[in-house]
């Protein structure tokens, strides 16, 4: 079998990255060699990455599907890439998938992992697919309903998307909260109730940080009803959160949960895998609205170290990489 000349992404160890040459061999029975067409930065957990800051406790538990290489050594890690199958013993050669594999221009997958784009949905669109399932896994987590107050933490994608299908729900009351003021145009796009901080009289059966803030937890226990459930959909790294337990949390009974994306929730296990979940989530993305959450500056596959080096986060929006030279 001849081996096939690929280029990848690698990060080196913490703060430093650089684009490796590599060879593959080509796709074996049940496999399939996909071209990169698009991949996308999903820049808070890559942040997290790149500046070497996952805990070491984390390690294992934290890999993405297909990455190489350990955290806090040299690394190839994502987990959004759209391609075209290009070889292999299938009937779908010349169709658009996704996958959950790293920055790399060409790779071979096992065909069950690989998920058909529909026409109907763009491509670049579809690399909001992993934020959309997180949002899902979260929903499950939580079985809000009718007659339910919701709060969203922070107006990133994951925090619009949440709030998104919150605000589908018929009677569920959704605010999304953002320091930002300028994020409010994005959220009225989706019209969706926006406010730069919590109400004071706010009481809510729900709430979902998805800030990335791990400070901010503390200051939540005071604005929910009894019973509520504080959903903790933002990944801290190795930022540490202070709680006084003793103040709301405890009079109030109230739950925290992680909703960790890589695990379907308990209440969907039985029904759902992450497969499922994941095709399901692309057929979610069929709204045109959707589209003002992909960043229009695109990155060039080969300028991916520039950017790591020389990012300060900007923008909130979903970062394609274009590998077309």
């Known amino acids: 079998m001849s081996l096939i000349n690929v280029e990848s992404f690698w990060i080196n160890k913490k703060n430093r990255s650089y684009i490796k040459k590599e060879q593959i061999s080509g796709p074996i029975k049940s496999e399939v060699l996909i071209k990169t067409i698009f991949s996308g930065i999903s820049y808070g957990t890559e942040q997290i990455v790149y500046a070497g800051k996952v805990p070491k406790s984390e390690k294992k538990l934290m890999r993405c599907p297909y990455q190489v290489g350990d ?7 994502g987990y959004l890439n759209i391609g075209k199958i290009i070889d292999g013993e299938t009937k779908d050669i010349g169709k658009n998938v996704f ?21 109907k949905i763009p491509l670049k669109r579809t690399l909001l697919t992993a934020n959309m399932e997180t949002a899902i896994n979260a929903l499950w987590d939580t079985l ?21 299908l919150l605000n589908s729900i018929i009677g569920v009351d959704v605010v999304i909260i953002d320091k930002d003021k300028k ?14 901080s919590l109400s004071k009289t706010m009481r809510a059966n ?14 939540l226990g005071k604005f929910t009803e009894n019973e509520a459930t504080i959903c903790i959909l933002s990944w801290y790294g190795t930022n540490q959160s202070r709680i006084n337990f003793g103040e709301h949390y405890l009079s109030k009974r109230l739950n925290i949960i992680f909703s960790q994306v890589s695990k379907i929730s308990k209440n969907r296990i039985k029904n759902w895998t992450n497969k499922t979940r994941r095709d399901f989530a692309i057929n979610l993305l069929n709204n045109k609205k959707l589209d003002y959450l992909i960043d229009k500056n695109e990155i060039k596959f080969h300028k991916l170290p520039n950017f790591f080096k020389n990012s300060k986060n900007k923008n909130f929006f979903c970062k394609v990489v274009n590998y077309n030279k």
């Not at 729900?206 to 200051?219: A, L, Q, R, T, V």
């Open 71 to 77: 955290f806090g050594s040299d690394v190839k890690y």
């Open 99 to 119: 996958t959950l594999y790293p920055h790399q221009n060409l790779f071979t997958i096992n065909e069950s992992e690989v998920s058909l784009i529909p026409r």
């Open 144 to 164: 809000p309903t009718s007659g339910d107050k919701c709060v969203v933490i922070g107006a990133g994608i994951v925090g619009i998307l949440m709030a998104y």
């Open 183 to 196: 994020k409010k145009n994005i959220a009225n796009l989706f019209d969706l109730n926006f406010d730069t």
């Open 206 to 219: 729900f709430i979902y940080e998805c800030s990335g803030d791990s400070k901010i937890i503390n200051k």
